[in-house]
Nanobody, 127 residues
Framework: QVQPVESGGGFAQAGKSLRLSCVVD????????IGWFRQAPGKEREFVAA????????AYADSVRGRFAISRDNAKNTVFLQMNSLKPEDTAVYFC????????????????????WGQGIQVTVSS
């Protein structure tokens, strides 16, 4: 079973923080690259952040850079997305996606490179 499971979403006021978690319960978690995507009502799915298997390379969408931080704890099979300084436009369903492929170049930002997707978790930011 390699399907990611998201948690940690909910409601927050603008300027506050939330932390999302993505768990992939496999023995080879350290070999999995993780990406976060989000989709707001009426909009296309968009890339948010990604982290390589080694954890030494991360990528962020311009809209979240400087506010969000992605990290991983391989001992817990978990990737975190720390979301600070939240804005109403961050409101969306957030999806965690996993891949065994090496995320080179812009591959990390494209959903087609990910093999398994979580069910998604709602994040709602109000003013």
């Amino acid at each position: 079973q390699v399907q990611p499971v998201e948690s940690g979403g909910g409601f927050a006021q603008a300027g506050k923080s939330l932390r999302l978690s993505c768990v992939v319960d496999v023995t080879t978690f350290s070999s999995i690259g993780i990406g976060w995507f989000r989709q707001a009502p009426g909009k296309e799915r968009e890339f948010v952040a990604a982290i390589r298997q080694s954890g030494d390379m991360t990528a962020y969408a311009d809209s979240v850079r400087g506010r969000f931080a992605i990290s991983r704890d391989n001992a817990k099979n978990t990737v975190f997305l720390q979301m600070n300084s939240l804005k109403p436009e961050d409101t969306a369903v957030y999806f965690c996606a996993a891949t065994y492929s090496f995320l080179a170049g812009t591959a990390a930002t494209r959903g087609v490179h990910y093999n398994e997707w979580g069910q998604g978790i709602q994040v709602t930011v109000s003013s």
